[in-house]
């Protein structure tokens, strides 16, 4: 059975900082490419970041330089670490895999940036 977990999600200040965790069970780890999600109350569901191993990763343009996403394949787990946070970043974060020829999502975590 594949299963996403997120956990990190918090209330911070506009400029403060957070990491979010993705922890995936029940594939291959290694190798598989794992994608994080925003999805902001009244809006569609927007792709952020994604890492298709250790070294190749992509950023939506508005966080490129302030999110960095990376993996650790011994804990099967993946990062998102949030700098510099702006009020439009509020939104519930998912992770995402593909697996056994469909999608799997993990049950969100839920980011608020305000003072």
């Known amino acids: 059975q594949v299963q996403l977990v997120e956990s990190g999600g918090d209330l911070v200040q506009p400029g403060g900082s957070l990491r979010l965790s993705c922890t995936v069970s029940?594939?291959?780890?290694?190798?598989?490419?794992i994608t994080w999600y925003r999805q902001c109350p009244g809006k569609a569901r927007e792709w952020v970041a994604s890492s298709s191993s250790e070294t190749s990763t992509s950023y939506l343009e508005s966080v490129k330089g302030r999110f960095i996403i990376s993996r650790d394949n011994a804990k099967n787990t993946v990062y998102l670490q949030m700098n510099s946070l702006k009020p439009e970043d509020t939104a519930v974060y998912y992770c995402?895999?593909?697996?056994?020829?469909?999608?799997?999502w993990g049950q969100g975590t839920q980011v608020t940036v305000s003072s």
């Open positions: 995402r895999c593909l697996a056994f020829g469909r999608s799997f």
């Open positions: 029940g594939i291959i780890f290694s190798g598989t490419p």
